[in-house]
């Protein structure tokens, strides 16, 4: 019986936080692994312009592989086009028992927006990352509701501040781990 946490976003690039998050959630939750999915596009960020979804996948496999309870999907990248949880969930409840999908506190403010909010729910658990800086929820709807929150060990860590500080030539030093690090100034990521 699998129980299994999925966490799905850019991952522009994948960070200390997310690692330390995915952590949390897996031993707060007794889950089995966490598979980390990157979106080839999301659909709530289809005017950024990320990384290649390349590039993005193999940091996310630089991160996680000498970890045995995390693992990666390339399952929205080979699909192509914006990303909808609903049917990679779909797709990823043929493999295995119990889904748990892991989204960030203010996602459940917009998630009635989302493709099939309520399929979504049929197919897994949402577990909604909540830290002690959160603000209170600005409405309370059916999903906020059936959501489950964790408080999790929270580190102030965001892509956007690691893509411009390589753009500024500054340090990423203990923001990535360190072969992250290393893809990224081999790759030449984020300098324009």
Known sequence: MSK???FGGTFDP???GHLITAQSVKEI????KIIFIPAYISPHKTDAKPSSPEDRLKMIKLAVDSIPFF?????????GGVSYTVDTLRELNKKYDKLEFIIGYDNIFTFHTWKEPDEILKLAKIIVLKRKSSHPPQ??????HQAVFVQTRGIEISATDIRERVKNGLPINFLVPPKVMEY?????LYTE
Do not use: A, C, P, Q
Request: hydrophobic share 30%; glycine share 4%.
């Open 71 to 79: 693992d990666y999907s390339d399952i929205e990248i080979k699909k």
């Open 139 to 144: 409405f309370e709807d059916k999903y906020y």
């Open 4 to 6: 299994v946490g999925i």
């Open 184 to 188: 990224i100034y081999n790759h030449k």
């Open 14 to 16: 994948i960070h200390l």
């Open 29 to 32: 939750r007794d889950l089995d």
